[in-house]
């Protein structure tokens, strides 16, 4: 009788333990706090160092903020096609959330599926791209952070480095809806800077080294813009600028790191780690995002190559060469 109520109270007590680790692990779940573990798969278009920046930002951000991730990293090898490929199978996969770096991967992850979080970066007008439907009411499934340069102030740059530029040149992707947004606002901000413009399409790489040369002749100064075909060849066009002492502006430091002269531009490292600040509040605060308007750069930082510097010959004591981030020591 002793044995037979023993055992009795044996499966008693062996009951409660299992029900309270159910009660605690169900707790745990609910609160879908940072101890949960979530798949995130990135897809980049192409590797260059502005886009390996965002990429490095959302990453160093996730762990910063504590939310432990797997990551699925796919490249598309700038092939557009692959772009599709890869976010199809993030669907099979069913990752908690895509981030995709460039337009034409946010445009593909859009296409195949609307109901797997994505976030972008690396977009420069997601609402002229069809990614969104606005800056602030997104829409479905998709939000991100925009790469919009202050394309105004940056213009402003040439004639506070040399007065007498009357004419810039500007190399731009033909197929690259981020490309063609920024030449139109360059043309439309150039002549209140006394500026005329000259725009030359390239649609492979291939074409650049001849295109540059020829884009060379015609102007005084150089405006890069952020283009994903213009950063994977921009030393060899910051290196032909250099030879024939021509002063450029960019859209981005990651153009000045490759030996371009200046920027006021943003740092994709810090828009990275903006954008994985959104990826918490989608996987661990439960946040839709629908709710979640597009970001812009918070942080705007002027940045010289101190090497093109001394290769152009231009004066260090110039008001705009002071109090910035030096790179190319």
């Not at 989608?282 to 812009?296: N, Q, Y």
Request: aromatic share 4%; hydrophobic share 40%.
């Amino acid at each position: 009788m002793k044995k037979k109520l023993f055992s009795l109270l044996a499966l008693v007590l062996l009951g409660s333990l299992i029900f309270s680790g159910c009660d605690v692990k169900n707790e745990a779940e609910s609160k879908g706090g940072s101890e949960a573990q979530y798949t995130i798969g990135i897809s980049q278009l192409v590797e260059h160092p502005a886009l390996d920046d965002a990429r490095a930002g959302f990453i160093d951000g996730l762990k910063e903020l504590g939310v432990e991730v797997e990551i699925d990293y796919q490249n598309a090898a700038g092939e557009i096609p692959n772009t599709v490929s890869i976010a199809e199978k993030f669907k099979k996969d069913e990752v908690d959330l895509i981030y995709t770096i460039a337009t034409p991967a946010a445009q593909s992850a859009r296409q195949v599926t609307s109901d797997i979080p994505i976030l972008f970066s690396a977009v420069t007008d997601p609402v002229e791209a069809e990614i969104v439907d606005d800056w602030d009411q997104v829409g479905a499934n998709v939000t991100g952070t925009s790469d919009k340069a202050p394309i105004k102030s940056q213009l402003k740059m040439f004639k506070e480095i040399d007065p007498s530029i009357k004419t810039i040149g500007i190399l731009y992707n033909t197929s690259e809806a981020n490309s063609e947004v920024q030449i139109k606002e360059v043309k439309k901000l150039a002549p209140n800077e006394d500026l005329e413009v000259i725009a030359v399409g390239v649609s492979n790489v291939n074409e650049i080294p001849q295109a540059i040369d020829s884009l060379l002749k015609k102007v005084d100064a150089v405006y890069t813009p952020s283009d994903n075909l213009i950063a994977s060849s921009i030393e060899l066009i910051a290196s032909k600028l250099i030879d024939k002492t021509i002063i450029s502006v960019s859209a981005e430091s990651a153009h000045v790191e490759s030996g371009t002269l200046i920027t006021n531009g943003l740092s994709y490292y810090e828009l990275g780690k903006q954008t994985a600040a959104m990826a918490k509040e989608i996987l661990v605060d439960k946040k839709s995002p629908s709710d979640i308007p597009v970001g812009v750069a918070e942080n705007i930082v002027t940045t010289i190559n101190v090497n093109t510097l001394e290769k152009l010959g231009l004066d260090k004591g110039l008001e705009i060469f002071k109090d910035v981030n030096k790179v190319g020591k």
